[in-house]
């Protein structure tokens, strides 16, 4: 049986890796990019998803990205899943003890900007007695979010990054009248630059703080290292066709290491995986892992 198989390779596994991507985050109601429903079925990525995007209509990708802070993501909108409270529990090592006993490190790398698997490591964190161990806590820096953060405002000019959670981040960006996110994406809006968010450190535009096609996503050396040492590497929820998240599976198996795949539906990283979970990760993770349910 998968789950027996992939729970004698965990026995043995000493550094686990997560890649996670927006399947992840589907239950907590956030929307997905490819598959139905996903912003770039009805959205086209490289009018709001790129820097030549955000050069040539800033207003509409503010717009975009406003919309899905206050409407998708906020902490009113959105918490984290059962798939996101297991993957936490995972940076415990005395929970992981329990299904990785060899396990000397474990990291989830996320290419989801909704910070909901930060969110689900401070609530366990809030759960843990002020006296015990370390071995008790979460990891709190375990979580690599490589396409940065929805919250986060950018500077363009000096790079200065802050998270800012206000509502609306200007005046001007005032989404409440928005009805979804394809009118976020396509409704004409013709702010001035003046009036879009500013940097408050050197006062030039700022832009969201997440990665376009075509950046390089963040702290890639960290994943690099993590990947290059990873013997265990489970894909939860990411169509795996985004470089270079989409490499990272198949770096761990050329070096000896196992591929578990967690997916609502067939992806490209299936073909390749040592074990494959065909369902929602929020329920096949809890079927592989009922002591973290
Ligand atoms: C469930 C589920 C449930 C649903 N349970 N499963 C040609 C021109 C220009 C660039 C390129 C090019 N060719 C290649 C490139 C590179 C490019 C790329 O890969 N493009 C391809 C699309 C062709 N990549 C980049 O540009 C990246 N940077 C880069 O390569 O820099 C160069 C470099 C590399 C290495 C070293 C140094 C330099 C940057 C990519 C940035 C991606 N940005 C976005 C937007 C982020 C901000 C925002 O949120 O708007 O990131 S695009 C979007 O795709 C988002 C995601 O993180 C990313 C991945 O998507 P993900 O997460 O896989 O979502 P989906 O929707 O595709 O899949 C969801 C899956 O979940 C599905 O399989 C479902 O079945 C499943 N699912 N519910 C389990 N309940
Ligand atoms: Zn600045």
Redesign the pocket.
């Known amino acids: 049986m998968t789950i027996t198989r992939l729970r004698d390779a965990l026995r043995v596994s000493k550094n686990i890796i997560v890649i996670?991507?927006?399947?992840?985050s589907?239950?907590s109601g956030i929307p997905?990019?490819?598959?139905g429903g996903?912003?770039?079925r009805s959205l086209d990525?490289t009018t709001?998803?790129t820097p030549t995007a955000f050069a040539a209509n800033p207003s509409l990708v503010w717009q975009f990205?406003h919309y899905?802070r206050v409407k998708q993501v906020s902490a009113l909108e959105s918490k984290p899943n059962l798939?996101h409270h297991i993957i936490a529990k995972l940076s415990v090592p005395e929970f992981r003890r329990e299904v990785a006993p060899n396990a000397k490190s474990f990291h989830l790398i996320t290419?989801?900007?909704d910070r909901l698997s930060v969110r689900a490591l401070q609530s366990l964190e809030s759960q843990v007695p002020a006296n015990a161990p370390p071995s008790a806590r979460p990891q709190m820096d375990s979580v690599f979010e490589m396409?940065?953060r929805?919250f986060d405002v950018k500077c363009t000019s000096c790079d200065y990054c802050v998270e800012d959670l206000s509502n609306p981040l200007c005046p001007a960006l005032d989404v409440s009248h928005i009805k979804d996110y394809n009118d976020a994406g396509t409704k004409q809006i013709d702010i001035p630059l003046k009036e879009l968010p500013r940097c408050s450190a050197c006062h030039a535009l700022a832009r969201?703080g997440?990665?376009?096609?075509?950046?390089?996503?963040y702290q890639?050396s960290e994943i690099n290292r993590l990947v290059f040492k990873a013997d265990m590497c489970l894909v939860?929820?990411?169509?795996?066709?985004?470089?270079?998240?989409?490499l990272f599976a198949s770096r761990v198996q050329k070096r000896g290491g196992k591929v578990a795949v967690?997916?609502?539906?067939p992806?490209v990283a299936d073909e390749s995986a040592d074990f494959v979970f065909r369902?929602?990760?929020?329920t096949?993770l809890g079927r592989v892992f009922p002591e973290l349910v």
């Open positions: 996670a991507g927006a399947g992840l589907a239950a997905t990019f490819r598959d996903g912003l770039w990525a709001l998803a990205y899905r798939a290419q989801n900007v396409h940065g929805i969201p997440v990665v376009w096609f075509g950046e390089t996503p890639l939860v929820g990411t169509s795996s066709t985004v470089r270079p998240a989409s967690f997916n609502l539906a992806s369902g929602p990760c929020e096949e």
